[in-house]
Nanobody, 122 residues
Framework: QVQLVESGGGLVQPGGSLRLSCAAS????????MSWYRQAPGKERELLVR????????TYVDSVKGRFTISRDNAKETVYLQMNNVKPEDTAVYYC???????????????WGQGTQVTVSS
C-alpha cells in the first residue's frame, strides 16, 4: 500500500538549518510530482513547495522562497526539503504528499504520512 514516511525534524535555533526526508513506497514514485506541506498549531495545512516528477521544476510559496529547497532522488524514492535560515514561524508539523493525491481504497481518505515536527526556538 502507499506509504509516506517523513523524518528529520527536530529543534533548531533561528537562523539554523534542517533537512527533512520523505521515503515513499507503494506507487510509481518517479511518475508523480511531490510536495511538502506544513501545519502549524491552530492553522490549516498549507502547501509550501512542489517538485515535478523528474525534479526539473519546482514551485515555492513566497514565505519559504530563497530559504527552502526541495529535491528528490527517484532511485531512492525519497523527496527532501532543505530548510535554511529557519524562523520561529516555520514551527509546524511537516508533511510530504503526492501530486495528484492518492487515496486509501478502503476509506477514500487522502493518504498522508505521520509528519515530522519542526520547532524553531532559541
Amino acid at each position: 500500500q502507499v506509504q509516506l514516511v517523513e523524518s528529520g525534524g527536530g529543534l533548531v535555533q533561528p537562523g539554523g538549518s534542517l533537512r527533512l526526508s520523505c521515503a515513499a513506497s507503494g506507487f510509481t514514485f518517479s511518475t508523480y510530482a511531490m510536495s511538502w506541506y506544513r501545519q502549524a498549531p491552530g492553522k490549516e495545512r498549507e502547501l509550501l513547495v512542489r517538485i515535478s516528477s523528474t525534479g526539473g521544476t519546482s514551485t515555492y510559496v513566497d514565505s519559504v522562497k530563497g530559504r527552502f529547497t526541495i529535491s528528490r532522488d527517484n532511485a531512492k524514492e525519497t523527496v527532501y526539503l532543505q530548510m535554511n535560515n529557519v524562523k520561529p514561524e516555520d514551527t509546524a508539523v511537516y508533511y510530504c504528499n503526492v501530486n495528484p493525491p492518492l487515496y486509501d481504497s478502503a476509506s477514500s481518505s487522502r493518504i498522508w504520512g505521520q509528519g515530522t515536527q519542526v520547532t524553531v526556538s532559541s
